[in-house]
């Protein structure tokens, strides 16, 4: 355990009249799921579209399962949110003929972006073909998407109000919003967030000392460097599956490819006295 006033900053407390998350160092998570839920019925009823056949509205939400949440650490905004979503809608044509039809949304979710988000138009069983479910799916879906965008924008502006508490300085951390990265985009956003964190100078310095390690073989020159540009034997050597090319600008790969390089240059062997 740390003496007193010697501990990491991230951790004191006793600066914060509420000792509460200081720096917003800790994870803390909001469920927005109930918010969600009137947010997207309150932008989605309201959707009507008019053309030369008539008119079509949205009349009801059937259906609305998932859930949404955001995630506070290290000061950054994570955002979650998966929704099954069933639309009713009705089309009046110009001759008053009524039809009835369903929009479906199967997954509106934050590993897709909003223009990717699949929105699918039908008629109700046993209606007639109709022009108004043309309309509805060239026109209604445009106005569906931009509800759905709003949804997206308020939830990450209106919904997150008082997650990033003061710092200890009374200072207030910049909000990042993220979303929960595609599979394809977390190598790279793990390799920007190592270079981030390791520019910022974060916690007490710690001493350290420089380790330097010396080591005999008990063998020939020539035979040392043999091991080291022979794949046998580096295989013999390491214990383990090696590839190598030896050669200038030749790779390599030890420890069954947890090590892999290049010879920048093999130099030459000189013999020692």
Request: charged content about 25%; glycine content about 6%; aromatic content about 8%.
């Amino acid at each position: 355990m740390a003496k007193w006033g010697e501990g990491d900053p991230r951790w004191i407390v006793e600066q914060r009249a509420d000792a509460t998350n200081v720096n917003n160092w800790h994870w803390t998570e909001r469920d927005a799921s109930n918010w969600s839920t009137e947010r997207l019925k309150t932008l989605l009823l309201p959707v009507r579209v008019e053309g030369e056949e008539g008119s079509c509205e949205v009349t009801e939400v059937s259906k609305l399962d998932g859930e949404a949440s955001i995630n506070n650490r290290k000061g950054k905004l994570i955002f979650f949110y998966e929704w099954a979503i069933k639309l009713a809608w009705t089309g009046i044509s110009k001759t008053g003929v009524k039809y009835k039809g369903y929009v479906e949304i199967p997954n509106l979710s934050d590993e897709n972006d909003i223009d990717e988000v699949e929105i699918l138009v039908s008629l109700a069983k046993d209606e007639p073909d109709t022009n108004l479910k043309t309309l509805m799916k060239q026109e209604g879906t445009k106005k569906i998407r931009d509800a759905m965008k709003t949804y997206i924008s308020t939830l990450k502006t209106e919904f997150t109000q008082g997650m990033i508490l003061p710092t200890m300085n009374g200072e207030h951390m910049e909000t990042t919003p993220q979303v929960a990265l595609k599979a394809e985009d977390r190598k790279t956003a793990a390799s920007s967030s190592t270079t981030t964190s390791q520019s910022k100078s974060i916690g007490v310095k710690i001493p350290t000392c420089k380790i330097s390690l010396k080591d005999t073989f008990l063998t020939s020159p020539e035979e040392l460097y043999r091991v080291f540009v022979t794949q046998e034997m580096v295989q013999a050597f390491t214990h383990a599956q090696a590839a190598l090319e030896a050669d200038k600008g030749g790779k390599f790969q030890l420890l069954d490819g947890s090590v892999t390089g290049e010879f920048v240059d093999l130099g030459t062997l000189q013999q020692l006295p």
